[in-house]
């Protein structure tokens, strides 16, 4: 198996994950006014980072402490209820593993490999923090950028900011190119570069779907202004065939 179908794999693996972004059934912001909902039990309201519930599960009162920009996964009937702290807010994802979503998945779309969409990239060192938009507004997201990645695509030069990693031989990239909202999601993908002695590679070919292309119920980055391609990227991930709304999966 070659690092493309490794990846591919692995891909499939995460969406299939029964309690991963496709078993999401909703997307609830709490305040500090109880409310209830219809894919879940209990009476639920949250005061700044703590959420309290009462019945949840067949429980009395509980509560749970949810660090700013974190996740609380609390076990529930056939799946788990995903606290999570997002733009200083609380949501509540309720993740079923019986959700029509999961049943529906039958593998992503991608194109066929194409070896001109991997490229030898240089970093142009400019160190600085950068704002990055999401899906459902302002969440006061930002991330440490060491630079952009400049490369050449059909003769034409280009260049991405690029976002720091854990291990440093890694850059992670936001990026939407001349194909969003044509053959690949709208609002965006990612994709890796890895160093490669004094240059970096970046495979387009491994472009990844971020849960919003599948879901309406995430919170998915934007790519940031300066990572908007004139060229077509037509490699990797494509536009999923179906995703989830408040009024059902709908086809794409």
Same mark, same amino acid.
Request: aromatic content about 12%; glycine content about 8%.
């Given at each position: 198996?070659?690092?493309?179908?490794?990846?591919?794999?692995?891909r499939?693996?995460?969406?299939r994950?029964?309690?991963g972004?496709?078993s999401?059934?909703?997307?609830?912001?709490l305040?500090?006014?109880?409310?209830?909902?219809?894919d879940f039990?209990g009476s639920w309201?949250?005061?700044?980072?703590e959420v309290?519930?009462?019945?949840?599960?067949? &429980?009395?009162g509980?509560?749970?402490? $949810?660090?700013?920009?974190?996740?609380?996964?609390?076990p529930?009937? *056939?799946?788990v %209820? #995903?606290?999570a702290s997002?733009?200083?807010?609380?949501?509540?994802r309720p993740r079923?593993?019986?959700?029509? &979503?999961?049943?529906?998945?039958?593998? $992503?779309k991608v194109?066929?490999?194409?070896?001109?969409?991997?490229? *030898?990239?240089? %970093? #142009?060192?400019?160190e600085?923090?950068?704002?990055?938009?999401?899906v459902?507004?302002?969440?006061g997201?930002n991330?440490?950028?060491?630079?952009?990645l $400049?490369f050449?695509l059909?003769?034409?030069e280009?260049a991405?900011?690029?976002?720091?990693?854990?291990d440093?031989d890694v850059?992670?990239?936001?990026?939407?190119?001349?194909?969003?909202?044509?053959?690949?999601?709208?609002?965006g993908?990612?994709?890796?570069?890895k160093r490669?002695?004094?240059?970096?590679?970046?495979?387009?070919?491994?472009s990844?779907n971020?849960?919003?292309a599948?879901?309406?119920?995430a919170t998915c980055?934007l790519?940031?202004s300066e990572?908007?391609?004139g060229?077509?990227?037509?490699a990797?991930?494509?536009?999923p065939?179906?995703?989830i709304?408040s009024?059902?999966i709908?086809?794409?």
């Open positions: 198996m070659n690092e493309f179908e490794q990846w591919l794999a692995s499939n693996a995460a969406w994950n029964p309690t972004f496709l999401v059934t909703s997307m609830n912001w305040d500090e006014n109880p409310q209830t909902f219809e039990s309201h949250a005061i700044d980072h309290f519930s009462f019945g949840f599960e067949g &429980a009395a509980q509560s749970w402490v $949810v660090e700013h920009g974190s996740e609380v996964m609390v529930m009937a *056939d799946g %209820l #995903e606290l997002r733009g200083g807010r609380i949501i509540l079923n593993s019986k959700s029509p &979503a999961l049943g529906r998945f039958d593998g $992503v194109f066929d490999y194409n070896p001109k969409f991997r490229v *030898d990239a240089r %970093l #142009e060192a400019d600085r923090n950068v704002g990055v938009s999401s459902a507004g302002e969440l997201n991330y440490d950028s060491p630079g952009r $400049v050449e059909d003769g034409q280009h991405l900011i690029a976002f720091n990693r854990p440093p850059l992670w990239v936001i990026f939407k190119d001349a194909s969003g909202g044509k053959t690949t999601y709208g609002t993908r990612s994709v890796s570069a490669d002695g004094d240059h970096w590679v970046i495979d387009f070919n491994m990844a971020f849960p919003c599948y879901t309406d119920f980055p790519a940031p990572n908007k391609l060229a077509a990227i037509e990797g991930e494509q536009t065939s179906f995703k709304t009024d059902g709908k086809e794409q």
